[in-house]
């Protein structure tokens, strides 16, 4: 295999790290060196071969913007930065913005598109979101903002933890909510038809209905590690496969401005996931409601349960076959063997041990690596 850098996604590197030198970063695509064919089975190709199919099948694409939550902490006392679950706190921003201003500025630096700051429910808990972009953009941008907003915290003497739960005391879950609508070259958001029932186009319905089918299986490639499954079903985070007009305990939730726009948010995926996984499977399993014509439930629809474990996600995502051809077998292929060779067969292998022991080996497999 060889990795070809794509020029597009060149930036430069943080100042806060590599000071003065000019060194940038580049997202690479990985090529069989014996014909230099694309390989098409990681995440990022993924989900191009999937918008291009958008492009051509359905004339449309995508415009999408990622809601990320985390955790900050003092590196050395572990106490949680800024507030105790004050949410919308200007007071805990104010007094902590030297690193969170600072942290938002490097990142305008580097050309990560931010929208807006606020504290979360949890202690120490932040949601960044990121402006619209169009097509593939919106996952590039929050997959290196993980990786540069942790590297700048640690240079502020702060942790940044990814993992979507990392304290079941206090109860804070962490989510990396997926916001989307589609577009025709005309510049018409297909969603949209004031006439219809919250003015959601039938085409709309069709793909919404899609989401919901496939809703257990997109689970695996939202929230795609063990600790994920201490999220999903707890108060504020998805629990069946279902959808409602704004309303943020379903697993969908369809938003309105009235006459002008409408939109979906994805709820599934956890802050660990892989965002052009997210996107790929979004987008997978809304052109099959759209190919099939599936009819939308009823709102609140509660007759299918989310998978509750990493394994059962798993198990999920194998048997739906319509979705994984769509995806692409290969891509479903390795992800699941992967899954399932290393990171479950790691944590059967540590037997029967109390929950609060778990979650230590789970911060220790995940934290430095997400």
Not at 81 to 104: D, I, P, R, T
């Amino acid at each position: 295999m060889r990795m070809t850098p794509i020029l597009s996604t060149l930036r430069p590197c943080q100042k806060s790290i590599f000071g003065s030198r000019k060194i940038g970063s580049v997202l690479c695509e990985t090529r069989f060196a014996e014909d230099g064919s694309l390989d098409t089975s990681t995440p990022r190709e993924a989900t191009q071969v999937l918008l291009k199919r958008l492009q051509n099948q359905l004339g449309l694409h995508i415009k999408s913007s990622f809601e990320l939550e985390f955790v900050i902490r003092d590196s050395k006392t572990q106490k949680y930065l800024g507030h105790g679950s004050q949410w919308a706190s200007l007071a805990a921003l104010e007094k902590n913005q030297a690193v969170l201003m600072g942290l938002m500025d490097e990142m305008k630096d580097i050309g990560i598109k931010i929208d807006t700051l606020l504290t979360e429910r949890g202690q120490g808990q932040f949601e960044f979101t990121f402006d619209l972009t169009d097509g593939i953009e919106a996952a590039d941008m929050v997959a290196e903002f993980r990786t540069a907003a942790y590297l700048y915290l640690k240079e502020k003497g702060c942790d940044g933890n990814f993992m979507a739960c990392d304290d079941v005391k206090e109860g804070i879950h962490n989510g990396y909510h997926f916001n989307f609508s589609l577009w025709n070259k005309n510049g018409d958001n297909v969603f949209v038809d004031p006439d219809n029932p919250n003015e959601l186009s039938q085409f709309g319905r069709h793909w919404l209905a899609g989401l919901v089918e496939h809703a257990p299986a997109m689970t695996a490639l939202c929230s795609p590690t063990v600790n994920c499954y201490r999220r999903i079903s707890t108060k504020y985070a998805p629990n069946f496969a279902n959808w409602a007009l704004e309303y943020r305990r379903t697993t969908f939730r369809l938003k309105i401005d009235p006459g002008k726009n409408v939109y979906i948010e994805n709820r599934i995926p956890s802050s660990a996931c892989n965002p052009h996984l997210v996107m790929a499977c979004t987008v997978a399993a809304g052109m099959d409601g759209v190919r099939r014509k599936l009819t939308l439930p009823e709102q609140m629809d509660k007759t299918k349960r989310l998978p509750e474990s990493l394994e059962e996600a798993l198990d999920a995502l194998e048997a739906d076959t319509l979705l994984n051809e769509i995806l692409g077998p290969k891509m479903v292929k390795l992800f699941l063997h992967t899954k399932r060779s290393y990171e479950l067969e790691h944590f059967k292998s540590l037997g029967d041990i109390p929950d609060e022991q778990m979650l230590v080996k789970e911060k220790e497999y995940y934290q430095e690596s997400l």
